[in-house]
Nanobody, 128 residues
Framework: QVHLTESGGGSVQAGGSLRLSCEVSGPSASRYCTAWFRQAPGKEREWVGSVDRDGSTTYADSVKGRFTCSKDNAKNILYLQVDNLQPEDTAMYYC??????????????????????WGQGTQVTVSS
């Protein structure tokens, strides 16, 4: 059983940066396809970006060029570097994991129902 714990959220002004972390306890992070999602008040949870088992990354268009997903398999930690934050990035950010080797369809990595393991979330608040 894998357990995920996020940290690193906070309050920043527009244009600022944060590095979110997600500690993976249990089996090695290298065994999972992972992703970051976010949920703003009153909105549905949305996919932000993914790091697959082979280390490849993909991003939502809304964050491409500003957010960077990575993982350190040796430390069992996932990272989400968030730069040039804007007020519309305000949300609770979650990491998620799925014990699959790869996603047969690209759309599957964006589907939150495909991820059985979730962290508790870390809040990011961006003021203008």
């Amino acid at each position: 059983q894998v357990h995920l714990t996020e940290s690193g959220g906070g309050s920043v002004q527009a244009g600022g940066s944060l590095r979110l972390s997600c500690e993976v306890s249990g089996p090695s992070a290298s065994r999972y396809c992972t992703a970051w999602f976010r949920q703003a008040p009153g909105k549905e949870r949305e996919w932000v970006g993914s790091v697959d088992r082979d280390g490849s990354t993909t991003y939502a268009d809304s964050v491409k060029g500003r957010f960077t997903c990575s993982k350190d398999n040796a430390k069992n930690i996932l990272y989400l570097q968030v730069d040039n934050l804007q007020p519309e990035d305000t949300a609770m950010y979650y990491c998620a994991a799925a014990g699959v080797d790869y996603w047969p369809l690209r759309s599957m990595r964006r589907d939150l129902s495909k991820y059985p393991y979730w962290g508790q979330g870390t809040q990011v608040t961006v003021s203008s």
